[in-house]
């Protein structure tokens, strides 16, 4: 099975930057989409970007390209960069990857979140 650890989220004044990381951990694995997804307080979890195994990015348009994710095949991790934040995107992050196991007996794809890091805006 794989595994996602999350970390680099804290606390931050309007207007500064966080990077979140996540690193998937496990064997005979291979990564395909990672995400960053966050959920507010009383609110639906939301997709925040995703990036494909080629490098392909998507983000929500309420972003306006304050926020860059990126992504480290080698280390099977993840990066969030986060810029110009706002008080209302106090969330907690998670991350969620897409994987299939090299094991044929055990085809399909999967899917699994990390335990998500709590990012704070202060105004």
């Known amino acids: 099975q794989v595994q996602l650890v999350e970390s680099g989220g804290g606390l931050v004044q309007a207007g500064g930057s966080l990077r979140l990381s996540c690193a998937a951990s496990?064997?005979?694995?291979?990564?395909?989409?990672m995400s960053w997804y966050r959920q507010a307080p009383g609110k639906q979890r939301e997709l925040v970007a995703t990036?494909?195994?080629?490098?392909?990015?998507k983000y929500a348009d309420s972003l306006k390209g304050r926020f860059t994710i990126s992504r480290d095949n080698a280390k099977n991790t993840v990066y969030l960069q986060m810029n110009s934040l706002k008080p209302e995107e106090t969330a907690v992050y998670f991350c969620?990857?897409?994987?299939?196991?090299?094991?044929?007996?055990?085809?399909?794809?999967?899917?699994?979140w990390g335990q998500g890091t709590q990012v704070t805006v202060s105004s």
């Open positions: 990036i494909n195994s080629s490098g392909n990015t």
């Open positions: 969620n990857s897409d994987y299939v196991l090299r094991d044929w007996r055990r085809p399909g794809l999967r899917s699994v």
């Open positions: 496990g064997s005979d694995f291979t990564i395909n989409a």
